[in-house]
């Protein structure tokens, strides 16, 4: 099993603001993932994010608006760029086991 | 690429059954998930199949079709705190293996 942490758990931000959320786990994994949940939606893959390589973001997702890191095998941090109220969800990082693992989520409200 | 249907809503009373059904296309099948998610929750893992048949867990079981495309989770003894959300997601073989997630089901119990 793995054992993810997020940071923050919530926050508020203000129009044209950026916010960096930070993933930590407690084993080494490979691939981290991250998600987007909009309010009263289901999750979607904002990009697969590999240690030592650039992330691979799905359709309808730029790295200018969610630029990633991958320092090491067990961190990964995901910026939301130039908040727009349209930007407010919950975004979850999660890794690859015998299950799919997820974090608490981080709750982002865009004013 | 890959579609997930499952459907919006469903209703049952507690104490009863309740099928939710997932139908799903992709190109490179690597296992199918169900997820429970009550409101301001990160999903909680319930299932994964990856073989065809019935994976009995407790209350809950799941069916895999692969030739179908075709998965269902089973409650039984339906209880009011069972009223979530069950979210069916596929794990792909392209891409990293990510999780691709339905629009979610949401089940509400009543007395």
């Known amino acids: 099993s793995a054992v993810i942490s997020q940071k923050p758990s919530r926050d508020i931000c203000q129009r044209g603001t950026s916010l960096t959320i930070q993933c930590q786990v407690d084993?080494?994994?490979?691939?981290m993932f991250w998600y987007r949940q909009q309010p009263g939606q289901s999750l979607t893959l904002i990009a697969t994010a590999n240690q030592g390589s650039e992330a691979t973001y799905e359709s309808g997702f730029v790295i200018d608006k969610f630029p990633i890191s991958r320092p090491n095998l067990t961190f990964s941090t995901l910026t939301v760029s130039n908040m727009s109220p349209e930007d407010s969800s919950i975004y979850l990082c999660?890794?690859?086991?015998?299950?799919?693992?997820f974090g608490p989520g981080t709750r982002l409200t865009v004013l | 690429g890959q579609n997930i249907d499952q459907p919006t809503e469903m209703t049952a009373t507690e104490g009863a059954i309740v099928q939710i059904n997932c139908t799903y296309q992709?190109?490179?099948?690597?296992?199918l998930f169900w997820y429970q998610q009550h409101a301001g929750e990160a999903p909680t893992f319930l299932s994964y199949?990856?073989?065809?048949g019935l994976e009995e867990k407790g209350r809950f079981s799941s069916f895999l079709s692969r030739s179908k495309g075709y998965s269902y989770l089973l409650l039984k003894e339906l209880q009011m705190k069972d009223s979530a959300s069950y979210l069916c997601?596929?794990?792909?073989?392209?891409?990293?293996?990510?999780?691709?997630f339905g629009a979610g089901t949401r089940l509400f119990v009543k007395a």
């Open positions: 199949n990856v073989l065809d």
């Open positions: 992709t190109s490179g099948f690597n296992g």
């Open positions: 999660s890794v690859r086991g015998d299950t799919q693992y």
């Open positions: 084993s080494q994994v490979t691939m």
């Open positions: 997601a596929v794990r792909e073989t392209t891409g990293g293996f990510k999780t691709i």
